[in-house]
Structure formats: C-alpha cells, structure tokens
C-alpha cells in the first residue's frame, strides 16, 4: 500500500465514524427540527454534483466514504426531516358566498 491510499482509508474511517453519533441521535431522538428543508435540498443537490467528480476516480476509499456519506448519512437525515415535517393543511372551500380575492 502507498501512503496516499493509507492516508485516504484512515481518513475515510475518521470521517464516518465521526457522522455516526449524529446518525445515533437523529435515529433515537427523531428530532431533526434543527436542519431546514433548504440546507438539507442544498446538501443534497451538492452531493448529487461531487458524485460525478468521485465516480469518475479510480475506485479507492474516496468511494467508500462518498457512498456512506451520502447514500446512508444523508439518505437518513432526509427521511427524518421530511417525515418531520408537519402535513399541509388540507384545503378547505371558502364559505357560500364569499368574495374572491
């Protein structure tokens, strides 16, 4: 093995094992009232990008952690905070009579 492919497999253990208390707590509590739609869209369209340049490397753990990262850190992070969520008010008619806007 070369340093570079240690330096990226160490790196890559690092790196999940230190998402994986977020991941616990989010799994255990369901509260995930603390990230917003919008970061979690951007987050995602983000990684969807990177994947591009990842996939086009070599394989190597670059792989690894860009697939834990994204397809299970972040997979997780969406269910929960759109499952969060509170449902649209359903929509309700105005009463006989009423002007429109």
């Known amino acids: 093995m070369d340093i570079p492919l240690i ?28 990230y917003s739609l919008t970061s979690m869209a951007i987050i995602n369209a983000a990684n969807a990008v990177y994947s591009l340049y990842v996939f086009s490397l070599p ?24 499952a969060q969520r509170p449902a649209a008010p359903p929509f309700a008619p105005s009463p006989a009579g009423a002007e429109p806007y």
């Open 59 to 82: 394989l190597g753990p670059i792989w690894a952690l860009h697939t834990f990262y994204y397809v299970v850190s972040c997979a997780i992070m969406r269910v929960l905070c759109v």
């Open 7 to 34: 330096a990226g497999t160490v790196s890559t253990v690092a790196f999940a094992v230190s998402n994986l208390p977020m991941l616990r707590k989010a799994l255990r509590t369901r509260d995930v009232s603390s």
